[in-house]
Structures are given as structure tokens and as C-alpha cells.
């Protein structure tokens, strides 16, 4: 069965910056990845590369800053009151997560002020190229339920009184 819409796909990967430094790595934490294809649920320049693999496929993908979380956009960095922040102890690099205009966002302390700070709202791989080695475990036509939710549904899961056969 070949990655397309309306199919679940299971793989593990292993997330690269531009210089080779491992940035997350699903076999470490012995998690696969998994996610409704053609719903968003990824980046869509791996959606694209991953379209029509199957089961046992290995492929590297480069993704360019803006096909992975965008550029940087210096607009985004902005001063706050101190006060803004839960704890007394604030330093540079720390990272808090707060509500966004689109959800929650997550900001990174770039420096403290005697009244304030000044903190970033890219996302911290904003302006990265990311590199993607990717392996495909399994592909499943998805359920109802899971068509319904948008998402892969955990084994077992009682998806309320949705028939749970796969889609004509």
C-alpha cells in the first residue's frame, strides 16, 4: 500500500540541522511518528516527498527554511514587562509557553532587563534547513473515526459509538 490521502503512516525519523547535528531522533526515543496523510498533520514538503512511498521505504528529505517553519522574522522579537513572567530567575535561552493569537506559541528569552525582557516568538528552528532521514514502518487505510478526528487514533480507542471500518 503507497502513502496518499485518507492513509495512516507510521515511520521513524531522524532530524538533522544544515551541519549535521541531530535535532530529534524517534528511534532514540522510541516513539515512530504517526499521522493522517493529505490533513496537515506535517509539514507539507515531507507530506510531498513521503506521497506514494511504501512500507520499508528510506528517504532523505531537505527542507528548506521556508517549507519547515518559515524564516525569521525579526518583527518577532519584542520587548515585555518582567512582570509577564511566572518565575524571578529569568535568563537568556529559557523558553515559556504562551498564548498566541493562533494558539499557544512558545517564546525564547533573549535577554533580561532590569524591567523587562526581550524575548523571541519565531519558532526556534525558524530560518533553519532541516534534514529528514526518514523510515516508513507501516501504511493503513484509516478509519472512520480517525477521518472524523483528523489524527491517528491510540490502539484501543473507544471512538465513541463511530463505526470503526476503513473507508470505502
Do not use: W
Request: proline share 8%.
Amino acid at each position: 500500500m503507497t502513502i496518499a490521502p485518507q492513509r495512516i503512516v507510521t515511520l521513524h525519523y531522524v532530524l538533522s540541522d544544515q551541519h549535521g547535528s541531530v535535532l530529534d531522533d524517534s528511534r532514540v526515543r522510541q516513539q515512530p511518528l504517526e499521522y493522517l496523510h493529505g490533513h496537515g498533520n506535517i509539514m507539507a514538503g515531507l507530506e510531498r516527498s513521503l506521497e506514494g512511498q511504501e512500507s520499508g521505504a528510506q528517504l532523505s528529505v531537505t527542507l528548506m527554511p521556508a517549507e519547515a517553519y518559515g524564516l525569521r522574522d525579526e518583527a518577532l522579537v519584542r520587548e515585555v514587562g518582567r512582570h509577564a513572567f511566572p518565575v524571578e530567575d529569568i535568563a537568556p535561552g529559557m523558553r515559556f509557553q504562551t498564548p498566541g493569537d493562533d494558539g499557544p506559541e512558545i517564546v525564547t528569552v533573549l535577554e533580561v532587563r532590569d524591567d523587562a525582557v526581550v524575548v523571541d516568538t519565531n519558532h526556534p528552528l525558524a530560518g533553519e534547513t532541516l534534514c529528514y532521514r526518514l523510515e516508513v514502518l507501516e501504511v493503513r487505510d484509516a478509519t472512520r473515526a480517525e477521518l472524523a478526528k483528523g489524527h491517528p487514533l491510540p490502539p484501543g480507542t473507544d471512538p465513541g459509538e463511530v463505526e470503526d471500518k476503513k473507508m470505502p
